[in-house]
């Protein structure tokens, strides 16, 4: 599947974030539109197009499968946008990442203070914005049901980011924690934004229910897809992403120390006893994940989740060429993943 399938979705939604932020002026603001890819360190404009995130294009492909337009559910769509580039900017802090796509990161060029700051920008922004659904003529009620399921789901998210960043300092974590901790961190947001695309559309509380789910197994089966892939690479030739070094744990590790004969298992904790790993530790690890069948687990649980969104789009009783879209998404997890 060519992402440009979804390109007058994009279009769209970058055209309700540069309404957000028309009539917001200063050095806040300009810091915000650097990290957007709106304009460069010296306030020129530059036109970056907007990235593919599923997450907010999942607002507007439920809307869309139940009522046939998707511009009702844009302020929700800009809403979960901003709140994944607040994350996507305390994320750069976190882990002193000084690239952010292609270009430095703004707690790079400003500053870790500044840049906490412009990601707390973000996410009032995000939460502002989910406000201009009365614009487009949802009821009040739903208007206030969104933004609690929006502040809900960030709190949620923020669980899971602890619990990943916990994991970091515990050399055994079972693949239980591990599923709840990608529900929370990852999955939060989908879930939320599928909800967000239904109550645009008017769903009901089954409806929303129902869309949620279909967001959380798509979000958990896209994790897993990355996990696979920050190891191994998409092409299989392996990698050493910082996340790997920070010993963050993905399911193909966790499958590994609870599966892998006892001999990898201490192998892969003296390992991960180290104080820093280095680069050459990684390719030791992929061979102990390679010999214990960690990468075709992982890959089977991913499939098995986007299978999983899959019947309950064919479930849900809608058309199916109104499904299309959210079905090309879950196919694309059923396949092994590749998009953003």
């Not at 999942?58 to 511009?71: I, K, Q, R, V, Y």
């Not at 399921?149 to 693949?175: H, I, K, P, W």
């Not at 645009?200 to 929303?208: H, Q, T």
Request: hydrophobic share 45%.
């Amino acid at each position: 599947m060519s992402l440009s399938f979804y390109d007058p979705y994009l279009k769209a939604l970058e055209a309700e974030l540069k309404e957000v932020f028309a009539p917001r002026e200063g050095f806040l603001y300009d810091v915000l539109r650097y990290h957007m890819g709106w304009i460069d360190q010296q306030g020129a404009a530059e036109d970056t197009p907007l990235p593919f995130h599923f997450q907010s294009v999942l607002a507007l492909l439920t809307c869309e499968a139940l009522s046939g337009d998707f511009h009702a559910a844009l302020p929700s769509a800009a809403g979960i946008e901003l709140v994944l580039n607040f994350v996507a900017v305390h994320s750069d802090v976190q882990s002193a990442r000084l690239q952010a796509a292609v270009r430095p990161s703004v707690w790079w060029i400003w500053g870790p203070a500044q840049a906490i700051n412009a990601g707390d920008g973000l996410h009032a922004l995000g939460r502002t914005t989910i406000m201009r659904l009365a614009q487009r003529d949802v009821p009040a009620d739903r208007v206030l049901r969104a933004v609690a399921s929006l502040d809900r789901a960030c709190l949620t998210m923020c669980e899971g980011q602890y619990m990943d960043l916990e994991f970091q300092d515990q050399l055994m974590v079972t693949s239980h924690a591990y599923y709840d901790m990608i529900r929370r961190k990852t999955a939060a947001l989908a879930e939320c934004s599928a909800e967000l695309g239904a109550i645009a559309a008017g769903g009901d509380d089954g409806v929303c229910e129902a869309f949620r789910e279909v967001g959380a197994s798509l979000a958990m089966a896209w994790q897993i897809n990355q996990d696979v892939a920050d190891l191994w690479g998409q092409h299989g030739d392996g990698m050493t992403p910082s996340n790997v070094l920070d010993k963050k744990k993905s399911l193909p590790l966790i499958h590994a120390l609870e599966n892998a004969p006892i001999s990898s298992k201490r192998e892969l904790g003296n390992i991960y006893m180290k104080r820093v790993l280095q680069p050459e530790d990684v390719a030791q690890i992929i061979t102990i994940l390679d010999e214990s069948g960690s990468r075709q687990f992982s890959l089977d649980k991913a499939r098995e989740l986007a299978q999983q969104a899959i019947e309950r789009l064919d479930g849900s009783g809608l058309a199916q060429e109104r499904l299309t879209p959210l079905r090309l998404l879950c196919q694309q997890e059923l396949d092994g993943g590749t998009h953003g």
